[in-house]
């Protein structure tokens, strides 16, 4: 909707980008040198600059084609802000169905309503940290120094629970949906089981490959691409298959 | 008589050796503490430096960020339809609590610095994370450490700055190709989280594969239920990461306690009574054992302490 893209919008998006910019910028200059304090390496620094670089490529492209599904509702400027901040595709999308009950079109009413609602709606986790982080931080370096082994168990318990989580509903929800062809009402995209279980798969053995490679043929240097290199796979398999799957209607 | 001098000047070059080993040793403890405090003060030093920070940042975005709404209302130059707002109470309500089990639960995995970054610019479980473990594995650190805090905080913020700058570019041709470039990509961007979270687990599961056994195994039932009875939905990534997190302390709890816990039902419940007295005795018999090895090898090492004393007196005598 290209009456959406107000100016005024576009400039405050400027503004919040060069605020992410500037603080990520800070906190990694002050990481840099308190690494350097503690007697880490240049070369330690240079590969978790290049590695997290070259990492976060392929996961950044989906978030450029969520503004490109949202501005379809929302025009280009309020996507991007929502899109650089906290936020994701498919919560925005809800706060803009939860407001508009699923109209085509918004009416202005309905425009500053989405965005007041998409805003409180992720205001909590920043306000936690303002307020209440500090001290919560400090009980867990408290924790940490006192008894590092319980701290660890927590740390490993959170993590393993984290990938349980994610890889049990991708597999489940992928033997579930096997050969789904029908488009989310909200977003308008199909995710296909079969694709989802392929492309998972492809990672893993990718990344198995990488591995080998490393191992038997002692070539190291593909430890630091091992695992950017998988996701690019896999997506690659994901983006030929896709059609195959679910055919273009 | 030369003799003994002999042995006393013998002895008394011991006695000074072991004084100066023991002073040497103590020195080396001060010294050791001394560094230790050292790099707690640097370490609270950095950790309120990124408090300070942290909080300054993140109250100028979360300003900035109210000013969307605002921004939207003047350039459309309407208020909010408060009707449709009421409804959607719930639904902010239910956001709100999501953001603030979030901002418990990963805090400690991403670090002071982690934290504030993710909680700025999202995307945690689909790119700061994976990118945050992806880089510890590279750097080598060791988990807990201030080392592993370091190149948390190093990837967050280089992830953070790659994404903005992503974004920004790739807005120039949405702006121009929109339609054709959302047609080509938007079929694959469901993918990107088994496209990551496949090498992924390939990679923590070496370390990981104890603790995450039996969340894994409850949260597939969770999920299986939840498909079966139509609320395939809920059980989505976002959702399972909560939950799998849930079984995973509880299950891990119950794994690392489990001596304790079933002392405790035992008592409680006083079944397998005579199983447990003699697990008891074992225990006992072998700490009784282990003791008395201890006691014996400390009173011969005495003893030729003594009988070596005792010669070097008689040689003395004679």
Not at chain 2, 154 to 170: D, M, Q, Y
Not at chain 2, 209 to 219: E, G, Q, T
Request: contains cysteine; charged residues 15%.
């Amino acid at each position: 909707m290209k009456e959406y893209n107000f100016p005024l919008v576009f400039v405050l998006g400027a503004v919040i980008a060069a605020v992410v910019i500037a603080m990520s910028v800070v906190f990694l200059l002050k990481a840099i040198k308190r690494g350097k304090q503690i007697g880490m390496t240049n070369e330690q620094f240079k590969k978790a600059i290049t590695t997290s670089a070259v990492f976060s490529i392929v996961p950044s492209i989906p978030i450029v084609i969520g503004i490109g599904i949202m501005m379809q509702l929302l025009g280009l400027a309020i996507p991007w802000i929502r899109l650089t901040v906290i936020g994701a595709l498919q919560y925005e999308i809800s706060a803009v169905y939860a407001v508009s009950d699923g109209a085509a079109e918004l009416t202005a009413g309905m425009l500053v309503s989405a965005t007041l609602v998409m805003t409180i709606s992720i205001i909590s986790g920043p306000l936690f940290n303002a307020i209440f982080y500090k001290k919560y931080q400090g009980k867990i370096m408290d924790l940490q120094v006192k008894n590092k082994k319980k701290m660890d168990a927590i740390t490993g318990s959170l993590l393993s629970g984290m990938l349980a989580g994610i890889i049990s509903a991708i597999l489940i929800g992928g033997f579930f949906t096997l050969t789904n062809t029908k488009a989310d009402g909200d977003s308008g995209i199909v995710t296909n089981g079969s694709v989802t279980l392929i492309t998972l798969a492809v990672s893993m053995g990718i990344i198995a490959i990488c591995g080998v490679i490393m191992k038997v043929f002692k070539q190291k240097w593909i430890e630091n691409y091992a695992l950017p290199l998988s996701i690019l796979g896999a997506m690659l398999v994901a983006f030929f298959i896709h059609p195959i799957f679910v055919p273009v209607a | 008589m030369k003799k003994d001098q002999e042995i006393l000047e013998n002895v008394e070059n011991q006695v000074f050796d072991n004084t100066e080993e023991i002073q040497n040793e103590e020195a080396n403890l001060i010294e050791n503490n001394n560094v230790d405090d050292k790099k707690l003060e640097g370490q609270i030093k950095y950790n309120n430096d990124i408090h300070k920070f942290g909080r300054i940042f993140t109250l100028i975005a979360l300003g900035l960020m109210c000013f969307v709404p605002i921004f939207t209302a003047i350039s459309v130059k309407s208020g909010p339809d408060w009707g449709r707002l009421a409804k959607t109470i719930p639904f902010t309500l239910g956001f709100l609590a999501i953001g603030l089990i979030e901002a418990f639960s990963y805090a400690p995995l991403l670090g002071v610095g982690g934290q504030y970054l993710s909680f700025i610019t999202g995307n945690i479980s689909n790119l700061k994370l994976p990118c945050a473990i992806n880089a510890q594995q590279v750097a080598k650190v060791e988990q807990g450490t201030e080392e592993h805090e370091i190149i948390t905080t190093i990837a967050i913020a280089v992830s953070s700055i790659v994404t903005t700058l992503i974004i920004i570019i790739g807005l120039i041709p949405l702006a121009i190709y929109q339609q054709k470039i959302v047609e080509v990509l938007k079929p694959i961007s469901p993918y990107v989280m088994p496209a990551i979270f496949g090498a992924l687990t390939m990679v923590l599961i070496a370390v990981y594969w104890k603790n995450s056994i039996a969340p894994f195994l409850l949260c597939c039932v969770v999920a299986i239920i939840m498909h079966s009875i139509g609320m395939g939905g809920t059980a989505s990534i976002s959702t399972m990461v909560m939950v799998g997190m849930v079984f995973s302390i509880v299950s891990n709890y119950i794994i690392y306690n489990r001596e304790k816990i079933k002392e405790k039902l035992v008592t409680k419940f006083g079944k397998n009574k005579s199983k447990h007295k003699d697990d008891v005795t074992a225990d006992s018999s072998e700490e009784t054992e282990l003791e008395k090895a201890e006691t014996k090898a400390d009173s011969s090492e005495d003893l030729k302490v003594e009988k070596a004393e005792a010669k070097a007196e008689d040689e003395i005598r004679e």
